[in-house]
């Protein structure tokens, strides 16, 4: 049964960081394409990272504050995120494409404020 257990989240003040991760089960991660989505209140859920590649790990970053990693001896996907601002709050997803099919999490929170 394939599960995507996201944590990390919580409230942060503007300039500050967060790691964020995605433990995955029910399946290799290096096996998947696997991405990161978050949705701010009142609007649609938007791609922030991915990370694929089975020998190489190939990333795209929809914004250079932040970063996508893996670990797949922990099967194991990490969001890295600086220089927070409040436009960064919103719920973040972890999103995993395996055989065809698509998978997600139930979310983290993350509240910038100060």
């Known amino acids: 049964q394939v599960k995507l257990v996201e944590s990390g989240g919580g409230l942060v003040q503007p300039g500050g960081s967060l790691r964020l991760s995605c433990q995955a089960s029910?399946?290799?991660?290096?096996?998947?394409?696997m991405k990161w989505f978050r949705q701010a209140p009142g609007k649609e859920r938007e791609k922030v990272a991915g990370?694929?590649?089975?020998?190489?790990d190939t990333t795209e970053i929809a914004d250079s504050r932040f970063s996508i990693s893996r670990d797949n001896i922990e099967n194991t996907v990490y969001l890295d995120l600086d220089y927070l601002t409040p436009e960064d709050s919103g719920v973040y997803y972890c999103?995993?494409?395996?055989?065809?099919?698509?998978?997600w999490g139930s979310g983290t929170l993350i509240t910038v404020s100060s």
């Open positions: 999103n995993a494409a395996v055989s065809g099919l698509e998978y």
């Open positions: 029910g399946f290799h991660i290096a096996n998947a394409e």
């Open positions: 990370i694929f590649g089975v020998l190489v």
